[in-house]
T-cell receptor, first 115, second 114 residues
């Protein structure tokens, strides 16, 4: 079974600075997708960024980018120019490329942004 | 258009009672998922519906948990004889169809079992 590990229960960053959240995963599959979701106190899960495993190029969405290291099974999220609104729980998730449609989540990292 | 909605937002019940949690997916979304988020834990998959196919129930923790999806739209998650360890936030998500497409999440139902 696939597992997702987020080793940083909490992180903090100063406003306008850059922070990187770590995620590693374990799988024997070659075809899969990786996601970062944001969950603010409202509980609404919001997709931040996604990466297809077959793509070598790292995904980027505005201030959010990933460092996808397939051989190392690592998928970190970098947030540049951090804003107060970035404060939330961040979850890394894995989805198989075939068969099961479910998302497998890590336990999350709580990000605090200090003014 | 409206997003995924869930009701109730919060539910407090006594141990041993049955509860029903409702999810209204985004119109046109054929795939629907239920997840459970316990305190300090990540999200745990419970069940997945796709169109008229048999649901993937592999994540249901016990036979006290069941779910149905009527008419390919609204879904109800039922927990019978609730236990304190069932206390969690129950999240529903939907997607256009079972593929690479993004899962859109509802705001969840916070269940507290006293």
């Amino acid at each position: 079974a696939q597992t997702v590990t987020q080793s940083q229960p909490e992180m903090s960053v100063q406003e306008a600075e850059t922070v990187t959240l770590s995620c590693t995963y374990d799988t024997s599959e070659s075809d899969y997708y990786l996601f970062w979701y944001k969950q603010p106190p409202s509980r609404q899960m919001i997709l931040v960024i996604r990466q297809e495993a077959y793509k070598q190029q790292n995904a980027t969405e505005n201030r959010f980018s990933v460092n996808f290291q397939k051989a190392a099974k690592s998928f970190s999220l970098k947030i540049s120019d951090s804003q107060l609104g970035d404060a939330a729980m961040y979850f890394c998730a894995y989805r198989s490329g075939g068969g099961s449609e479910k998302l497998v989540f890590g336990k999350g990292t709580k990000l605090t942004v200090n003014p | 258009g409206a997003g995924v909605s869930q009701s109730p937002s919060n539910k407090v019940t006594e141990k041993g009672k049955d509860v029903e949690l409702r999810c209204d997916p985004i119109s046109g979304h054929t795939a629907l998922y239920w997840y459970r988020q316990s305190l300090g834990q990540g999200l745990e998959f419970l069940i997945y519906f796709q169109g008229n196919s048999a649901p993937d129930k592999s994540g249901l923790p016990s036979d006290r948990f069941s779910a149905e999806r009527t008419g390919g739209s609204v879904s109800t998650l039922t927990i019978q004889r609730t236990q304190q360890e069932d206390s969690a936030v129950y999240l529903c998500a939907s997607s256009v169809h079972s593929s690479y497409n993004e899962q859109f999440f509802g705001p969840g139902t916070r269940l507290t079992v006293l």
